[in-house]
């Protein structure tokens, strides 16, 4: 069984480069704020074109697409989802959605995270949203020559319920002691979650952000 353990990044160095970027980050932040109290209308409208982006970009990593036009409207809701690729966009949108407007409510569990998963697939034919894998899956990759290979194996469905829960308890004991950056802990976790790769499908866009940070 792999162990998941994030004592060590309070111990860690990290370049002047991450620190001047989790500076700006910070910095801009706070303007936003300030922003938000000034032109409220203006930072919704920019916050529903990033949120546009987000399920363009998160969705084509898994070869899921439509048209620019289609997208906007099944962002909108004004329309309904015609094929595979737009119902898993449409679940998308409706879990980005519930993290969007909840994030300070939810808790960072393997039990949320099963319920957002559910929510990606729900439109879906799909048997196994909201239920980790119960066979084990492969991150695989072509050469060019067209040969597949595996390029790494991820846990097994024995053990992933288990990696899920701990990496689960060791991200809010990190972000408790307030020792480290959330944005430093965050993509640590978010690395585990692929290593781990819970799920039959649906790993890539059902990575938890923590907006809170």
């Known amino acids: 069984m792999r162990r998941f353990d994030y004592t060590g990044l309070k111990d860690r160095t ?3 480069e991450v620190i001047n970027f989790l500076s700006l980050i910070h910095e801009y932040k706070g303007k936003q704020s300030a922003y938000l109290r000034q032109k409220p209308l203006e930072l919704e409208r920019l916050v529903e074109i990033a949120k546009v982006q987000s399920t363009e970009a998160s969705n084509s990593i898994e070869g899921i697409r ?11 809701e004004k329309t309904t989802p015609r094929n595979r690729d737009e119902k898993e966009i449409a679940g998308y949108r409706d879990a980005l959605n519930i993290v969007h407007e909840n994030f300070e409510y939810i808790p960072l569990t393997p039990n949320y995270i099963l319920q957002l998963h559910k929510i990606l697939l729900s439109y879906t034919d799909s048997s196994f949203g909201g239920s980790f894998k119960d066979v084990q899956n492969y991150i695989s990759s072509t050469d060019v020559e067209g040969n597949r290979f595996t390029l790494f194996t ?12 701990e990496i689960c308890e060791e991200y809010n004991r990190a972000i408790g002691e307030g020792q480290v950056d959330p944005l430093l802990i965050i993509p640590v976790f978010i690395h585990d979650f692929l290593c781990i790769h819970p799920f039959l499908d649906g790993n890539v866009t059902t990575r938890y952000q923590q907006e809170a940070a």
């Open 154 to 165: 991820p846990l097994s469905p024995f053990e992933s319920p288990e990696a899920m829960r």
């Open 14 to 16: 990290w370049d002047n």
């Open 66 to 76: 439509t048209t620019e036009t289609r997208l906007r409207q099944l962002m909108s």
